[in-house]
T-cell receptor, first 111, second 114 residues
Framework: TQLLEQSPQFLSIQEGENLTVYCNSS?????LQWYRQEPGEGPVLLVT?????EVKKLKRLTFQFGDARKDSSLHITAAQPGDTGLYLC???????????FGSGTQLTVLP | GAGVSQSPSNKVTEKGKDVELRCDPI?????LYWYRQSLGQGLEFLIY????????KSGLPSDRFSAERTGGSVSTLTIQRTQQEDSAVYLC????????????FGPGTRLTVT
């Protein structure tokens, strides 16, 4: 069974602060995705990374895929209350079509 | 709407009863997935449909769970003889095809077994 461990599980910060969320595994993934989920809604895809060492930026969000494709990080600069939500990483292994999800990081950004 | 829809949005049932959850994928999407999410947790894969191929049922937790997809579109997830541990949010996602990374999720059905 492939597992994705996310840390921290909970994070509460003030508006304007920076933060990093980590997603780690002992398994190699062919691609890794980050989703954000708000209460009562399904997860919404933020980014997909497929190459080891890849870095993608989406406005104030920076995503990195580890060189060995076993880990990833999400960095948010100058967090805003609108960033509040459950952040989920999800990996795809080999030719598998289903995703293996991490347990999530609940982020709260206080105004 | 253009997104994935699921019904009902909430379902409360008594232990031992059967329930059916419905998913309408995005039109034209050939891949459909069911996941289960416990409170505040990540998603657990249940089953995957791709076109007319046999579904991947490797994530179904027991033989009380089954799913079908009619006409390559609408899918129904059935849970027989529900147990309290079945309480969770059941999420459906669709994707344009097996070569696409993106999965588009519906809002989910919150199932509560009393």
């Amino acid at each position: 069974t492939q597992l994705l461990e996310q840390s921290p599980q909970f994070l509460s910060i003030q508006e304007g602060e920076n933060l990093t969320v980590y997603c780690n595994s002992s398994s190699v993934f062919s691609s890794l995705q980050w989703y954000r989920q708000e209460p009562g809604e399904g997860p919404v895809l933020l980014v997909t990374v497929v190459t080891g060492g890849e870095v993608k930026k989406l406005k104030r969000l920076t995503f990195q895929f580890g060189d060995a494709r076993k880990d990833s990080s999400l960095h948010i600069t100058a967090a805003q209350p609108g960033d509040t939500g459950l952040y989920l990483c999800a990996g795809r292994s080999g030719s598998a079509r289903q995703l293996t999800f991490g347990s999530g990081t609940q982020l709260t950004v206080l105004p | 709407g253009a997104g994935v829809s699921q019904s009902p949005s909430n379902k409360v049932t008594e232990k031992g009863k059967d329930v059916e959850l419905r998913c309408d994928p995005i039109s034209g999407h050939t891949a459909l997935y069911w996941y289960r999410q416990s409170l505040g947790q990540g998603l657990e894969f249940l089953i995957y449909f791709q076109g007319n191929s046999a579904p991947d049922k490797s994530g179904l937790p027991s033989d009380r769970f089954s799913a079908e997809r009619t006409g390559g579109s609408v899918s129904t997830l059935t849970i027989q003889r529900t147990q309290q541990e079945d309480s969770a949010v059941y999420l459906c996602a669709s994707s344009p095809g097996q070569s696409y990374y993106e999965q588009y999720f519906g809002p989910g059905t919150r199932l509560t077994v009393t």
